[in-house]
């Protein structure tokens, strides 16, 4: 089985640091871009940080020099590094690889998502 697992969610008072993993698992050949997604009930999911898989990054504009997006190829994960965290950074934080590379072709998959919970 191919699969996107996060951990490392939680709760943490605002101005701490929380850093978040993403772990594909299975028969994988290659992965290549790997993404940040959040979610709040009521809003849409929104792109937190992508980095290719030679290490390119973008982050959405709010979170620039907060977060940090990294990976471990060899381990085929993804972090997310975050940093002076506010109220405003609660949701559901989702991973996701948009190419996933398999025997028989590819595939994007999405975690099923980790909870972060930011009190003030």
């Known amino acids: 089985q191919v699969q996107l697992v996060e951990s490392g969610g939680g709760l943490v008072q605002a101005g701490g640091s929380l850093r978040l993993s993403c772990a594909a698992s299975?028969?994988?050949?290659?992965?290549?871009?790997m993404s940040w997604y959040r979610q709040t009930p009521g809003k849409q999911r929104e792109l937190v940080a992508t980095?290719?898989?030679?290490?390119?990054?973008n982050y959405a504009d709010s979170l620039k020099g907060r977060f940090t997006i990294s990976r471990d190829n060899a381990k085929n994960t993804v972090y997310l590094q975050m940093n002076s965290l506010k109220p405003e950074d609660t949701a559901v934080y989702y991973c996701n690889a948009d190419r996933v590379v398999v025997a028989f072709g590819y595939l994007e998959l999405w975690g099923q998502g980790t909870l972060v919970i930011v009190s003030s």
């Open positions: 980095i290719t898989s030679t290490g390119t990054t």
């Open positions: 299975g028969s994988i050949v290659h992965i290549d871009g």
